[in-house]
């Protein structure tokens, strides 16, 4: 199985992979209807702001068939801003692929809610940030509190009508502007429909901290990124880079409308990436000095391995609501 041998190549540091990653992110889209103050794409993104074909999305599940199990169809974007989100779910989900999306539920209306159980999307995560409308405005910024309370629990209430079994988290970043509202969160979202509340650790910005909190936030810099062995993105023009938080494709390895994916999973860019990680040199490269994105300690990426990457999104939002309880 993939996920054994992923695993291997990561225990190893090996440089060059031995199968596909488990599962992708592929940006559906670049355009966003907000401007979230801690989202790279709000605050560095300097690329075309332009929505994925369905020609490049089809060449992506092409590729990926019977060899990727989860695809993440988001990006620096808002998924429901590119009107073909719902063909592009369909393609995966008649290929054999489980989909998820993460979504500010800014634009979600009756409509798309009916869309979007009706593709077949298997999992969706709704990005929402404090628990009072100064806090959610002050970071969603362009989003309005009611409106987007509104939108969900219809969204919910069509999920429980229809019977479907979409899996449904209600995520909200750890960050100076929320850390006092989390219990709050909890209280407000647990209703019926949602089936997991996501307290997830801030990935850039804890520079905002104080040096003792950021010691606490910071992942140590001496350990390789897990995500460089497992899970690569895709942006909209087919551009593939390493991971999601390579905002601008500064390390770009390659493009999916000219390569193999497997081939650009073992570029020469991303071995001497893996090869710099494995050496503890990780902050010597400009996308990821300043990176904070979450590591599975070692327990848990060997446990992830025996589970499938759908099984694991679904237990991924409790473990780390346990861990920030520990944590933060």
């Not at 989900?93 to 209306?109: E, Q």
């Not at 899970?231 to 909209?236: M, N, R």
């Not at 503890?280 to 992830?304: E, F, H, T, V, W």
Request: net charge positive.
């Amino acid at each position: 199985m993939n996920n054994f041998k992923l695993l291997k190549d990561f225990l190893l540091k090996k440089e060059e992979m031995s199968c596909f990653p488990r599962r992708l992110v592929i940006e559906t889209t670049a355009k966003c209807n907000l401007r979230c103050k801690m989202c790279l794409g709000a605050t560095s993104l300097k690329r075309p702001r332009k929505d994925m074909s369905l020609k490049t999305f089809g060449n992506i599940i092409k590729q990926i068939k019977g060899k990727v199990e989860f695809v993440s169809l988001q990006g620096y974007g808002e998924p429901l801003l590119n009107h073909k989100i719902f063909d592009m779910i369909k393609i995966a989900n008649k290929s054999g692929i489980r989909t998820g999306i993460s979504t500010n539920a800014t634009v979600l209306n009756t409509d798309k809610s009916i869309k979007l159980i009706d593709s077949g999307l298997d999992h969706l995560t709704f990005a929402f940030d404090g628990a009072t409308k100064k806090t959610y405005e002050d970071i969603r910024r362009g989003a309005k509190y009611e409106k987007v309370i509104n939108n969900i629990k219809n969204f919910l209430k069509i999920k429980q009508k229809l019977r479907s079994n979409i899996f449904v988290v209600i995520q909200c970043i750890f960050m100076k502007e929320t850390e006092g509202e989390i219990q709050k969160f909890k209280k407000m979202w647990h209703t019926p429909g949602v089936d997991a509340l996501r307290i997830r650790q801030i990935t850039h910005g804890i520079s905002q901290y104080d040096e003792k909190t950021q010691e606490k936030l910071r992942n140590s810099p001496g350990k390789p990124c897990y995500w460089l062995w497992v899970e690569p993105a895709v942006f909209w023009d087919g551009t593939v880079v390493s991971c999601c938080q390579d905002v601008n494709a500064k390390i770009t390895l390659g493009n999916i409308n000219k390569q193999n994916l497997l081939k650009i999973w073992n570029s020469p860019k991303i071995q001497k990436m893996r090869r710099m990680h494995s050496c503890g040199q990780r902050r010597k490269i400009s996308i990821c000095k300043d990176c904070n994105m979450y590591q599975p300690s070692l327990p848990l990426a060997m446990g992830s391995s025996f589970f499938n990457t759908f099984t694991l999104n679904k237990l991924v939002p409790k473990v780390e609501s346990f861990i920030s309880r520990i944590r933060y």
